[in-house]
């Protein structure tokens, strides 16, 4: 297959799934017991102004499909629709909070890159104790979630040792950075632990391989064996799982926010779903998605060109 | 789930030799968590009996205290005792994860097996269903879900089956094509038994290790992922005693100065997933073989 | 890390509060500063220290976002706490309670059933407009108007009309007499916004974009939804004891208890009332950044009974129930000691008149000391019920979900099955004014207020058929509508005492705490009123900079 054949069936395909998450997340209005306008109403009084807004805002006038598709030519221009409980669009509601995730999702896949590629590499090279300590503290981490780890960390570090603050996100970049490094770190320990373990298994495959152990027997330096043949080829099992890892933060900063209390995407959408305040839950829902879907294509799209073996016709989505 | 070939009869070969005494078999971690999993459900299951106190009374006067003789984890901001809070705590944490992995693990079964068995279009469209359903994180199918039925253990539930049914679907699914192409299902066609009674009788016992080791594996995640949702809010409510919660109530106490409970949640949510993790660890590596 | 020291907290309360009430007076307009001494021990304070000079900014936290600053609408925290600086009314409740003229300089009443409100002169709106008399009565007209709903309706049922009567005078007349409707002009009912600027801004009006119209001494500046809503001084003001000493007043939204308290300790934010404790209320006390400050208040905690059917119908079961709560215990361990076990929905605070009647008739409730057999007795009087009972409870609330889990045990204790509702904050005042949003709860929890300093004003909510009346509870009806007729202070305080105890008996709520305010102030600002009526009173006026 070709590259811009496998590049357009790619989109496609995403189109498609996107195309299904949205029809999934307006759909599931019609599941809410009582039916879509008493959802969305909720226990607010049902004034006259509010069932017309939202009526006119979920077109629930119009047959299903009518509705679905006003609804999703909205979203595509840029209208979220209204919060009812801000009373805002939600596209501004979310622009300001935007900020906020990006950064810690960022800082996270920072640390998770140091810390997993580092000790991962460090425990394949040097074996031994060193491989066996990494093995143990990767387990460990594995079985932590990121709520039990943020809090474990507010209580030693912010509270305890009083080095971090406890909750906010701070203003200005430094201070922003500053609060944001329990909170990254929650988010960040276990897919680094995750990659440490990836990246170790297939480095010591790969050192094990015939051409590695001949260039060995061959006297060339170590170091050079090494960045030459065994990074490079260990590299490619890596990139798939700091792809999938980085998706997966995006989901994980719901937990994490809450937990510091940042004011993020996260805790937004949590509020929102205890409000019950549709339009805003809706919005970021399918922002998760997008972004979600997004990541997995460039990893896809990455790996097909670290491994030129890898055929483009792989059936994966 | 490369090389997952093996039935249970082919695996019996590889086995150790029958000298090795069975705890090397095992493995000393795997005993480990098997130890520590059936302590904590017991414990939960035999809640009434084990639990020292109510763990709903209230002791007001014994508010914020740390371990002691009479509150071995203490007690919390309203003089519960931690270590009853605890072992009532597991009937919640743990029975809503098995259940969602009982769920989840029935439908991923019917759709994989339906999908390796029937093949052709049937097979492309819950392949498609399945791919589609991956493409969208987890925990958001149990906000959706907690967003339209209400907070709740419950909707919970159910948003995660959902989530975890495609990762279900998707191993069984592999694990049932390489079994369809075992000689042995052919002579069984030969024999003219229906396909049905195959895909029952010889299919899915010879997959069931890797159904075991596939379940285990998410339960360890559905534990996570449930206590996370109790701890936002959005899953089990206060006053019922719940892990999640715990770690939650626990963090306001420890802002008060008494950071035992959050403590003592934390690590058991870790102790049980950890323990979980070796055991489909090892499970895995079983099936693999 | 800080340990838990309940015996010291006590202590050291009082040594802050004492030593940060010796600055004396502060505030201008008739504000006094005493602090007097709680039964309990806690050191109350009316208003901080007076400042030095003016500041020119102060930021201040809210403890949510407010859903409108339209004074009709203002029946909440933090709605109160922004407009009380920027609407004023006819008349000014002070931080001890006391009542004093503001935008109408004396009122004559006549006979029974007509108020004459004779206005201040000079009075000038933020846009330079002199305030008429057509404006006030178009304010209060408002409270009449259906269209408008405003929350303080039930202070207007007895009303019969509101007329400019001449340029500076405006004459309420009444359908019957009510002593309630005159005291209800020192609060937002009596608020007076610009009729044209109202008008013109419609729905609108009271909202982010448009704001409000009005007098007093800070001017509203911007709102911006989810981030701040920023006042500044009223240059112009009329009553110059009360200018602002503040150049701006930026309100934050910070709802998280413990990120609010982290940016308080860190000087981020200058100042915040709080309603219930937070969790890190001990490490307000002891910090270096500022002073915490317990004010003199009539706000109360209390079970608030919302059923009509069921266990919580029968006066006995709530009595029971009300037997069963060990008052003391919940104070020291839920509110960290920052509450007095409550005997009356009305702590002795509302007794601004007839006070030896009230303080007898008080003295002679029984005490709040739980009895078990009592309560059980009670119950099996009541035919031992089984059906649950629903309490709701604002979620995300340490106060809430504690106080829930105590009644829970106690209730189960008595043999009542009890469920914890938990619900939303921002839901959580639907359960006040929508009777949808209480359907399936027996009872909810409250940090309630009067108004006015008076007992009458709580007790009015008994009334058969009242917005509040949430259970329907009828046995003090009557007894309140002649309440309100009586102008005479000693016979009135003798009718509304004998109210307070059948109420009390009857328990259609059932009082648990009387909560003081809870105010931090950083130690670069000073001059704040802390006593409850900064809901009504412009508290932030002499806010300023400490010496």
Redesign the interface.
């Known amino acids: 297959m070709s590259w811009p054949r496998f590049l357009v069936k790619r989109v496609l395909a995403l189109l498609v799934v996107l195309l299904v998450a949205s029809l999934l997340v307006y759909g599931s209005l019609y599941l809410a017991p009582g039916g879509p306008l008493s959802f969305l109403v ?5 004034t006259p ?1 509010l069932i017309a807004q939202v009526t006119a805002q979920y077109h629930l006038n119009d047959p299903f499909l009518v509705r679905y598709f006003t609804w999703l030519a909205d979203v595509l221009h840029g209208d979220l629709g209204r919060s009812l ?4 669009a939600v596209s501004s ?1 979310i622009a ?1 909070r935007f900020l906020t995730t990006l950064l810690l999702v960022v800082y996270a896949t920072v640390l998770i890159l140091l810390v997993g590629l580092g000790t991962g590499i460090w425990a394949a090279l040097r074996r031994g104790v060193a491989g066996r300590v990494v093995t143990g503290w990767n387990a460990a981490s594995l079985s932590t979630p990121a709520f039990v780890l943020g809090a474990l960390l507010i209580v030693v570090f912010a ?2 040792l009083g080095w971090f ?4 996100s701070g ?1 200005g970049f430094g201070d922003r950075l500053w609060h944001l490094t329990l909170p990254a770190i929650a988010l960040a320990l276990s897919s680094a632990a995750y990659l440490s373990r990836i990246s170790s298994a297939s480095i010591t495959s790969e050192m094990g391989k015939e051409h590695v152990e001949t260039a060995m027997s061959r006297g060339l330096p170590r170091k050079l064996v090494v960045r030459r043949h065994v990074l490079r080829n260990a590299s490619i099992p890596v990139i798939t799982v700091v792809g999938l890892t980085i998706a997966g933060l995006v989901a994980g900063t719901v937990v994490v926010e809450n937990v510091f ?1 940042l004011d993020g995407l996260g805790s937004l959408l949590v ?1 929102a779903i ?3 305040d549709y339009a805003v839950v809706q919005a970021i829902v399918l922002l998760l998605t997008i972004v979600f879907v997004l990541v997995n294509l460039i990893v896809d799209v990455l790996y097909s060109l670290v491994d030129p073996r890898l055929s483009l016709d792989g059936d994966a989505l | 789930m490369s090389g997952v070939a093996t039935s249970m009869d082919q695996s019996s070969s590889d086995r150790p030799p029958r000298r090795a005494p069975w705890w090397r078999r095992v493995g000393i971690a795997p005993l480990c968590a098997i130890v520590i999993l059936a302590v904590m459900i017991l414990a939960a299951v035999f809640a009434p009996l084990v639990a020292p106190y109510n763990p ?3 002791d ?2 014994a ?2 205290q740390g371990p002691s003789a009479a509150h071995p984890l203490g007690t919390d ?4 005792d931690t270590l009853s809070r605890l072992i009532y705590g597991g009937r919640t944490t743990l029975l809503g994860p098995i259940v969602v992995i009982l769920l989840s693990t029935v439908l991923g079964l019917l759709l994989g097996v339906a999908a390796a068995w029937r093949g052709g279009s049937i097979d492309t469209v819950i392949s498609r269903i399945v791919d589609v359903l991956f493409s969208i994180p987890g925990i958001v199918f149990a906000l959706v879900t907690v967003a339209i039925l209400g ?1 709740g253990l419950g909707s919970v539930v159910i948003g995660l089956t959902i989530a975890y049914t495609p990762y279900a679907a998707r191993v069984i699914r592999g694990g049932a094509l390489r079994e369809r192409r075992m000689p042995y299902i052919s002579a069984a066609w030969i024999q003219g038994r229906s396909g049905s009674t195959i895909a029952r009788r010889h299919l899915v016992p010879n997959i069931r290790p890797l159904i075991l080791a596939q379940a285990v594996a998410a339960l360890g995640f559905a534990v996570i992922d449930l206590a996370s949702m109790s701890f936002l ?1 959005l899953g089990v ?3 019922t005693p719940d892990w999640g919660l715990m770690v939650k ?1 626990g963090l ?2 420890a ?5 035992t409970e959050v403590i003592v949640a934390s690590v058991a949510i870790a102790l049980f997933v950890g323990a979980v993790t070796v055991l489909g660890d090892r499970l895995s590596t079983g099936v693999n073989k | ?4 020291k309940p015996l010291a907290i006590a202590a050291t309360l009082a040594l802050t509060a004492s030593l940060a009430a010796c600055g004396g007076s502060g505030g201008g307009g008739g504000g006094s500063s005493s602090s007097s001494q709680s039964a309990s021990g806690l050191t109350l304070t009316q208003v901080t220290r007076a400042a030095v000079g003016d500041i020119d900014a102060v930021a201040w936290n809210l403890p949510y ?1 407010p859903s409108t600053i339209d004074p009709s609408h203002s029946f909440n925290y933090s709605e109160n706490t922004v407009i009380a600086n920027m609407c004023e009314s006819l008349l000014r409740q002070n931080p001890d309670f006391s009542t004093s003229p503001a935008l109408a300089k004396s009122v004559d009443h006549p006979n029974p059933t007509t108020w004459i409100y004779h206005l201040q002169e000079n009075v000038k709106f933020w846009d330079g407009k002199p305030m008429t008399s057509q404006d006030v009565a178009y304010s209060l007209n408002r409270g009449l108007d259906p269209d408008v709903g405003s929350y303080f309706g039930s202070y207007f049922t007895n009303v019969k009309d509101i007329k400019a009567t001449d340029a500076s005078t405006v004459t309420v007349t009444m359908k019957a007499p009510d002593v309630l409707f005159n005291q209800a002009m020192s609060t937002a009912a009596g608020a007076v916004v610009q009729e044209a600027y109202t008008k013109s801004a419609g ?1 609108d009006f009271g ?2 974009s448009k704001g409000v119209m009005c007098t007093g001494p800070f001017t509203f500046d911007s709102w911006k ?3 701040s809503l920023v006042m500044s001084r009223n240059d112009a003001y009329w009553d110059s004891p009360l200018k602002a000493k503040a150049g701006k007043l930026t309100f934050r939204f ?1 709802s ?1 208890e ?2 609010a308290v ?2 308080l300790q ?1 000087g ?1 934010i200058d100042g915040e009332f709080f309603y219930l404790p937070p ?5 307000l006390k002891s910090s270096d950044a500022g002073t915490l400050y317990y004010g003199d208040s009539l706000i109360f905690w209390a079970l608030l009974g919302s059923a009509e059917t069921g266990p919580m119908a029968d006066p006995k079961v709530r009595q029971a129930f009300s037997l069963a709560v ?1 008052r003391p ?2 104070a ?3 509110f ?1 000691d920052a509450a007095e076990p409550a005997k009356a929905l009305t702590n002795p605070a509302y007794f601004t008149y007839g006070k030896p009647i009230f303080q007898a008739a008080y003295d002679a409730l029984p005490s709040i000391k739980p009895d078990l057999e009592k309560a059980q007795q009670l119950l099996k009087e009541a035919g031992s019920p089984t059906q649950p009972i629903t309490i709701a409870i604002q ?2 609330s ?1 106060v809430h ?2 106080t ?3 009644l ?2 106690a209730g ?2 008595l043999g009542l099955t009890v469920n ?5 904050v ?2 959580y005042g ?1 359960i006040y ?2 009777p ?2 209480r359907e399936g709860i027996d009872a909810f929890l409250s940090t309630w207020y009067g108004n006015v300093p008076d007992p009458l004003d709580v007790y009015a909510a008994f009334v058969k058929g009242g917005p509040n009346n949430f259970n329907n509870y009828d046995a003090v009806s009557s007894q309140v509508e002649k309440a309100r007729t009586i102008d005479n202070d000693d016979e009135r305080a003798t009718q509304v005492s004998q109210i307070m105890t059948t109420v009390t008996n009857d328990a259609p709520w059932v009082p648990l705490e009387t909560l003081p305010v809870l105010a931090f102030l950083n130690k670069r600002v000073t001059g704040a009123t802390v006593s409850s009526v900064y809901l009504y009173y412009p508290w932030a006026a002499a806010l300023g900079k400490s010496g």
């Not at chain 3, 890390?1 to 838990?4: F, L, N, R, S």
Request: without cysteine.
């Open positions: 909720g226990t607010r009084s049902a102004e409980v801000y009373r805002e509601l300001s509270l305890g603050p406890v909750y906010g203003s209390a509020r205890l409000q019950r | 709903n009374s209230p007001l006067l508010a914020l901001a309203l003089g519960r907070a809010g409510q206060p006053p109530s306001d106490s802002v008060r100065g008494q950071p | 890390m800080h340990t838990a976002e729905k909202s982010p939804s989810g981030d910070i998280d413990t990120t982290n940016a860190s981020e969790a890190g209320l001990s490490s060990d215990g919940m020291k361990v839920v960290q979620g995300s340490a979900e504690q829930g889990a105590l829970k045990a189960e204790a914890i509702k938990s619900i939303p921002e839901q639907a004014y929508d949808k949003a």
